[in-house]
């Protein structure tokens, strides 16, 4: 466990992504089976022991210290298994602590009952670093900003394969497992997943820019702005694959049975709606949809209020047949041939653009904003379904951004290389005539689309302009403009000015420009289209 | 006869030694001022009379450039004050020159400690136990969840990094007065000689504590290196400059903290800070503890920190105590 302990620790107080990668590395390549596997189940937050809760540990901890003191102690550090890991009594003896794998089994096989008794007899065989990666292991609540996917990079680190592979591997298998460790570090035969409900790799596109493509190599499609899936059946099963990989068959229940066969199918999952116009009816724009994710538990009311369905556009397996080496167009007759067989309330299909050449799909992409859809895709028509994002085979072609001018609010600084800069700002826009007595209103924050001599000089001007500082934070005195880019406004309770914006990052910095000239809400809001 | 210890006064602006006409650590200009050590919260300018070990009047010498009207106490020296009053200046361990203030009137012995610890530290004396019927303590670091670990243990952490990362540098925030010298002092002890860069706020109070006698090894000025020469190197500055522009001309520094509040790791996340180095120079929960078993006084007060929980201890066992409000003690970035 203190090797385990270190890494979190670690983790904690490291903020670049590419070190938490390589100390993910270092400890997966280090650390023997099956200790690397339980502890990359529970950096991934993929263990659960339900007999240990956080009331277990404030009680364990109350008959130990005096409860006056402990909650105060509590109160201070404002975590409860960190400060029971500070204050549990050294022991009068210290016996050898525990390896991961041991202490899995421990945890396992405790009950509401024998973890009074046996949760203790672990803490004494640990330092207070041991302690809190126990507790925090126990109840499954790591909270150290290690996603799946970081973990799945960090382990392709590790042992040199691709990222590809690990997501087609890892999934289906169950922690420690040992088979995608023999197979990534002791070369043994990958294991068998072809016929479990796993995840398989997307295929991504490349960002088209200043490319032209030959419409008769290439085919069309909206880009549409829901949640890219992976709809699969397999033995029977069901599940539901968001784009990291992540299983998110629990927040949609509506669609786990409506599959009729076994198959693997890509799509873009979205709620019914007025926009977004498809063969089978509406989609409701993305922040409709933003109601639906991340839920845990979904109410009868939610699933009639937003009702979600997936826009299918690929099919990767079907009935046991593997497309995924045929090219993109025989895919896409299987798929047309198939949507009969597929429930219309759950199932549509992204339709093709027809266009004559290159000009005309320009035209069509110009009014795509109408649509509330997010720009083209084009997809080469003899392509085989490769993971990942390979140059030529698949381009996304994004509508232009909405731009706005915005005055500069708040500046905050940074973390890792830009930890001395003032990087990240708050906008705001008028709520009225500036020059009638109108204030700025917070419309959005933006951390991105500068270059470093600009961050070096706008920092300079947050520092020379700071009218009030809350902590790491910076008020200036609102006198430089931004035109920010951004791909859509809506509607937002969560904010004082009512709006809220997706991908919000700074276009330009308007250093001519005086900031009473700067936009007004009223603008902002003219520009939603939900 | 007056009523038992009714001649020491705590008001909020300092203790009131009323007999003596005198103050210790006052917040605001007296005529008569007990300093116990150089820290800003207890020594400020502008008294008629500052009383003050050597060590502590050069610090405010140099800090606020206080002349006038030093006198100076050694440690073990007692002074006679007025209306009967005798001080003597006793070693708290806190920093070069700290001292614990014993007041002696009328047969009654109260010890004001200032801040204090009670672990080993190679730039001050050791903090000495002397009874007394009133101990007047600090609590910076009053919770039981305080406990500093063995500083090589924290030099061994930022010796390992050092050695992991040959291309940066580490830069280590400490407070400019004692815990940079402590730390520079002890990473010599553990072996680490090569030159240490330091942040120019830092430099005099070196100087001085080497004119004490502490030896810190080969020191560098930032502002007179070059980028190059710190790669590998530890450099040292306040904590204020940690995330500050300053520290752009260093080689991709790790940022470390020597600060007893690292010992909570939401502190040190909230400071940016990758490598936490537990190190304090106030007693921990323990050492409180202890040194009150150890001092046994008929009452305990408690002039700044976290006194609740302090409080509640001695209530578990069965001593007297009470907190004094004092105003404008205390350092965040101990």
Known sequence: MEELAALIDALVYTRSRNEKLRLIAEYLRATPDPDRGWALAALTDGLDFPAVKSSTIRNLLMERVDPVLWTLSRDFVGDTAETASLLWPAPETHPAPPSVSETVELLAGMTRKSVLTELPLLMDRL????????????????????????????????????????????????????????????????????????????????????????????????????????????????????????????????????????????????????????????????????????????????????????????????????????PWSERRKVLEALMPRLPASHFDLSQVIEAIDFDQLTQIRAGARDEAIEGLMLKRRDSPYIAGRKTGLWYKWKRDPLLIDAVLMYAQRGSGKRSSFYSD?????????????????????????????????????????????????????????FELAFDSVHESKRHKSGVAMRFPRVHRVRWDKPPHEADRLDALKALIKD | MPPPLSWIRPEPWGIHVVPADAWIDPSRPVDRALV?????????????????????????????????GATPVAYGETIELKGGVSATYIPAGHVLGSAQILLEHAGERVVVTGDYKRRPDPTCPPFEVTPCDVFITEATFGLPLFCHPPIAQEMAKLLDRLAAHPDRCVLVGAYALGKAQRVIAELRAAGHHEPIYLHGALVNLCRLYEEFGVNLGELRLVSEATKDEMRGRVVMCPPGALNDRWSRRLPDPITAMASGWMRVRQRARQKNVELPLIISDHADWGELTRTIEEVSPQETWITHGREEALLRWHQLHQRRARALALVGYEDEDD
């Open chain 1, 425 to 481: 700002y708050t906008f705001g826009c008028w709520d009225g005539d500036p020059d009638a007595g109108a204030e700025l209103l917070p419309v959005g924050k933006a951390y991105s689309g500068f270059t470093d001599e600009e961050l070096k000089r706008i920092d300079r001007h947050v520092r020379t302009h700071t009218i009030n500082r809350f902590g790491p934070v910076r008020e200036t005195d609102r006198s430089l403009v």
């Open chain 2, 36 to 68: 116990t050590h150089g820290h800003a919260d207890h020594a400020r300018g502008g008294h008629g009379q500052t009383v003050a070990t050597p060590e502590t009047l050069a610090i405010m010498e140099l800090r606020y450039f206080t002349r006038e």
């Open chain 1, 127 to 326: 330092d207070p670093s041991g302690r809190y990666a126990l507790l925090k292991l126990a109840t499954g609540a790591m909270r150290i900003g290690i996603s799946s996917r970081l973990a799945k990079v960090a382990f392709a680190q590790a042992f040199e394969v691709t990222v590809e592979e690990v997501e087609e591997h890892w999934h289906g298998l169950t922690p420690p497992y040992e088979p995608l460790f023999n197979w990534a570090a002791h070369g043994h035969a990958a294991p068998d997943t072809a016929n479990m409900p796993t995840f398989r790799p997307f295929m991504l596109a490349h960002p088209l820019e200043e490319t032209v493509v030959d419409l008769a190599d290439y085919a069309a499609e909206w880009k549409w702005d829901g949640i890219r899936v992976q709809l699969v059946r397999m033995g029977g099963e069901t599940r539901l694959y968001s784009r990291g990989g992540d299983d998110i068959s629990g927040t949609f229940p509506e669609l786990l049975d409506i599959l009729p066969m076994d198959a693997v199918l890509d799509g873009e999952l979205l709620v019914r709606g007025s926009h977004q116009g498809g063969e089978q009816g509406g989609a409701a724009s993305f922040n409709a949809l933003q109601q639906r994710l991340g839920r845990k538990v979904v109410s009868k009311k939610m699933l009639a209020e937003y009702p979600a369905f997936v826009r299918l556009y690929d099919v990767l397996i079907l009935e046991g047949t593997d497309l995924r080496e045929r």
